[in-house]
């Protein structure tokens, strides 16, 4: 079983920057390819970033040259660092694994990114 936590959401102004954590519970073998998804009011959610164990990423591209995700295998964390933050980044962010020995998805509760204009 893995536990997934965010935090570092909260309110920021249109330009500004945020970095999102979150620590993965659970064996360090189990956790495979994390990744953060986003959810705004009345939308589907939507993939943000990935990052395998090996460090290989993917972006979607609306956030493509402004988010950076990145992991510590170590510490089971992985984080997202996004810059010049816009209105539509507005979403409840969420964080995900993928167990590598079930194939089953973790996900976080979730943390607010709200973005004033």
């Known amino acids: 079983q893995v536990q997934m936590v965010e935090s570092g959401g909260g309110l920021v102004q249109a330009g500004g920057s945020l970095r999102l954590s979150c620590a993965a519970s659970g064996s360090s073998f189990d956790i495979g390819t994390m990744g953060w998804y986003r959810q705004a009011p009345g939308k589907q959610r939507e993939l943000v970033a990935t990052?395998?164990?090996?460090?290989?990423?993917n972006y979607a591209d609306s956030v493509k040259g402004r988010f950076t995700i990145s992991r510590d295998n170590n510490k089971n964390t992985v984080y997202l660092q996004m810059n010049s933050l816009n209105a539509e980044d507005t979403a409840v962010y969420y964080c995900?694994?993928?167990?590598?020995?079930?194939?089953?998805?973790?996900w976080g509760k979730g943390t607010l990114v709200t973005v004033s204009s």
């Open positions: 990052i395998t164990r090996s460090s290989t990423t």
């Open positions: 995900n694994t993928k167990s590598r020995v079930n194939a089953m998805d973790y």
